[in-house]
């Protein structure tokens, strides 16, 4: 199966912070800064979610599918899919090891520390995929200046390609990982979030305030998400995102 690239334009940006109008550019249907979804994630509007993933682990190692959630890849006539291979993630701290079998996709390239390091195919693409997933940034996250460092590496080598770093993001550091590189959020800790019966907002999370009868449920949690995205999406178009990191 043929595979489409995603139709992509920098509408404005600022430092490493891209606003990406989606599809046709005449007539965009998503942006970036945005949400990918998960198949138990609530229904959002295009416009703020373009891309939908799911992950199988039928085989080893795991297969991720990407599919746009509307004509948004050239000639812009119907929807698509797109399958990736996740490799061998190894940790980290195991930089110097080799796993010896990398992330692999055509539209969608998952990468990882290791990979960054060892997987010289990354070097000799002749395209620039539609999106980099970072699969191991919640490891990179926990160790100081490995994630910026991830990320730099990824954008300076794919400064077209829209990037993804799975299970690290939120309300309260939309601004930050925007101004860092990454283009695409998912609800993975609104999730979880919410099985612990707390509210996920810009400032962090917190319990509910049940004067004013707040809900802690993924409804409440994605309204959330959204007024961040937007947020995010008028600081780039205004210059002004460094005031919200």
């Known amino acids: 199966m043929i595979e489409r690239p995603i139709g992509r334009d920098v509408v404005a940006r600022q430092r490493f912070a891209r606003l990406f109008s989606l599809g046709d550019r005449r007539a965009p249907l998503s942006w970036s800064p945005g949400l990918v979804l998960g198949p138990d994630d609530p229904e959002l509007p295009v416009s703020v979610a373009p891309l939908r993933s799911t992950r199988s682990y039928d085989s080893i190692p795991a297969t991720i599918t ?25 940790p980290p701290s195991l930089v110097a090891s080799d796993s010896g079998m990398f992330g692999s996709g055509l539209e969608a390239v998952p990468v990882s520390w290791n990979s960054l390091h060892h997987d010289d195919s990354l070097a000799v693409l002749d395209s620039e995929p539609s999106v980099i997933i970072l699969i191991d940034a919640p490891q990179l996250a926990q160790r100081p200046g490995m994630l910026a460092e991830a990320l730099l590496t990824v954008r300076t080598r794919f400064p077209s390609s829209l990037i993804w770093a799975p299970g690290i993001s939120g309300p309260d550091n939309c601004a930050l990982l925007t101004w860092m590189g990454v283009d695409l959020f998912d609800l993975a800790r609104l999730r979880h979030a919410s099985s612990l019966g707390v509210l996920l907002t810009g400032s962090g999370p917190r319990k509910v ?13 994605c309204t959330t998400w959204v007024q961040a995205i937007s947020s995010t999406r008028a600081a780039i178009r205004e210059g002004t995102l460094r005031e919200l990191v």
């Open 66 to 90: 990407i599919c746009p959630r509307d004509n948004l890849c050239y000639p812009f006539d119907s929807e698509d899919k797109w399958v990736a291979q996740e490799g061998l993630v190894l």
């Open 209 to 221: 305030e049940e004067t004013v009868n707040e809900d802690f449920g993924m409804e409440a949690q």
